[in-house]
T-cell receptor
């Protein structure tokens, strides 16, 4: 049973528009959430994170929103740029409980010219 | 050299072969991890080492044998694998494996070793 779900395998967005990637989780013990970005032939790289004590974290063009009651988080990229085309992984962990970071399947984002 | 380096980048092996994957990090991190990425599946955690001690074995078959001689090096020894073990094997490191809300459990990944078992 997947604890971290990314239900959209792929997403296409026009350059300059907003990209919204969604993630749902089932484990209420998760208290730290991360987004990773992966280009082909490279390992995933850390993008942005949020702890459960917040509902929003912003870093430049990237904003992560957390809705604990819905067990849902989303990553907003605005404006979207061609270099944002990649696979985005949502991840979650129960900090201070164990050392497992659980990943979703990923969403492939295509930025269209 | 900086970051997390994995070798080889590509490996093809038969089911009776013995091979090893190597991971090296120059970030001064104390925790190292092996993850498996199969097609259309989430990244699966395999092993965690914290200060050279194995702290997690996520029900991985014994045909995968990890080794962590020091905090900078991690190996995955492979023996009598099955074709379904073909996947991308990713190594990662972090400052520590029991995280705190400072983000100490943010992982830095290597580029991966693409394994094909024939």
């Amino acid at each position: 049973d997947q604890q971290v779900k990314q239900n959209s395998p792929s997403l296409s967005v026009q350059e300059g528009r907003i990209s919204i990637l969604n993630c749902d989780y089932t484990n209420s013990m998760f208290d730290y959430f991360l987004w990773y970005k992966k280009y082909p032939a490279e390992g995933p790289t850390f993008l942005i994170s949020i702890s459960s004590i917040k509902d929003k974290n912003e870093d430049g063009r990237f904003t992560v929103f957390l809705n604990k009651s819905a067990k849902h988080l989303s990553l907003h990229i605005v404006p979207s740029q061609p270099g944002d085309s990649a696979v985005y992984f949502c991840a979650a962990s129960a900090v201070n409980r164990d050392d497992k970071i659980i990943f979703g399947k990923g969403t492939r984002l295509h930025i269209l010219p | 050299e900086t970051g997390v380096t994995q070798t080889p980048r590509h490996l093809v092996m038969g089911m009776t072969n013995k091979k090893s994957l190597k991971c090296e990090q120059h970030l001064g991190h104390n925790a190292m991890y092996w993850y498996k990425q199969s097609a259309k599946k989430p990244l699966e955690l395999m092993f965690v080492y914290n200060f050279k001690e194995q702290t997690e074995n996520n029900s991985v078959p014994s045909r995968f044998s990890p080794e962590c001689p020091n905090s900078s090096h991690l190996f995955l020894h492979l023996h009598t694998l099955q074709p379904e073990d073909s996947a991308l094997y990713l190594c990662a490191s972090s400052q520590q494996s029991i995280g705190v809300l400072s983000g100490a459990n943010v992982l830095t990944f290597g580029a991966g070793s693409r394994l094909t078992v024939l």
